[in-house]
């Protein structure tokens, strides 16, 4: 952080619960060159990273659904997001993170994944840089269910789709979660599958 147009004043921190979520205080040079004070609440929950696994021969790909308190509480009806596996790094390099991440949600033992891109999210209040990969699977990497951890309480089932109807489902609102419909995306415009 060595940006002379803004000085930090003060952290406050407001929770540690779950993550970390501080009260920042800080002036800011205006393109004027003059100075205001702002206040924002930031939440630090970690770096993290996800990955679209795609089949080039059957034109398919895994998805994940698990219920996300945070989107049934903001309109999303049921609470179940359809996802591309995705989790946060926990103190591991994020290709790290996409193969275990990978093994435990979907079950696929991956050893070669391709970085595409980092992305803020939400850069407004989360501090979170999302690391996205891509990832070719086959049925040999089969190596179990997935369906994530149980001392983490997961809860999540494993979609195999065809890559066509995935990609619809962005169009119909069936997928709404931004890293998937990014992945999906990329996956179109660079013919993956």
Same mark, same amino acid.
């Given at each position: =952080?060595?940006?002379?147009?803004?000085?930090?004043?003060? !952290?406050?921190?407001?929770?540690? %619960?779950?993550?970390?979520?501080?009260?920042?205080?800080?002036?800011?040079?205006?393109?004027?060159?003059?100075?205001?004070?702002?206040?924002? &609440?930031?939440?630090?929950?970690?770096?993290?990273?996800?990955?679209?696994?795609? %089949?080039?021969?059957?034109?398919?790909?895994?998805?994940?659904?698990?219920?996300?308190?945070?989107?049934?509480?903001?309109?999303?009806?049921?609470? =179940?997001?359809?996802?591309?596996?995705?989790?946060?790094?926990?103190?591991?390099?994020?290709?790290?993170?996409?193969?275990?991440?990978? &093994?435990?949600?979907?079950?696929?033992?991956?050893?070669?994944?391709?970085?595409?891109?980092?992305?803020?999210?939400?850069? /407004?209040?989360? !501090?979170?840089?999302?690391?996205?990969?891509?990832?070719?699977?086959?049925?040999? =990497?089969?190596?179990?269910? /997935?369906?994530?951890?149980?001392?983490?309480?997961?809860?999540?089932?494993?979609?195999? =789709?065809?890559?066509?109807?995935?990609?619809?489902?962005?169009?119909?609102?069936?997928?709404?979660?931004?890293?998937?419909?990014?992945?999906?995306?990329?996956?179109?415009?660079?013919?993956?599958?």
């Amino acid at each position: =952080m060595n940006n002379p147009k803004i000085k930090i004043q003060k !952290t406050e921190l407001l929770s540690d %619960n779950w993550y970390i979520l501080n009260k920042v205080t800080f002036d800011y040079q205006k393109k004027d060159d003059s100075w205001i004070t702002q206040k924002r &609440e930031v939440y630090d929950r970690g770096n993290g990273a996800a990955i679209l696994l795609y %089949n080039t021969k059957q034109k398919t790909v895994i998805l994940t659904r698990q219920f996300r308190l945070p989107t049934y509480l903001n309109g999303n009806k049921s609470g =179940m997001m359809i996802e591309v596996c995705a989790g946060l790094l926990d103190e591991d390099h994020p290709e790290q993170c996409v193969i275990r991440e990978t &093994e435990e949600e979907t079950g696929y033992r991956l050893t070669k994944v391709a970085k595409i891109m980092e992305t803020y999210m939400s850069p /407004g209040a989360v !501090t979170e840089i999302l690391y996205l990969f891509v990832g070719e699977y086959d049925e040999s =990497m089969k190596v179990s269910d /997935g369906g994530g951890v149980a001392h983490e309480e997961e809860n999540i089932d494993v979609m195999e =789709m065809n890559y066509d109807e995935a990609y619809a489902m962005i169009e119909s609102g069936e997928i709404i979660d931004a890293k998937t419909i990014m992945l999906l995306q990329y996956a179109k415009i660079k013919n993956l599958v």
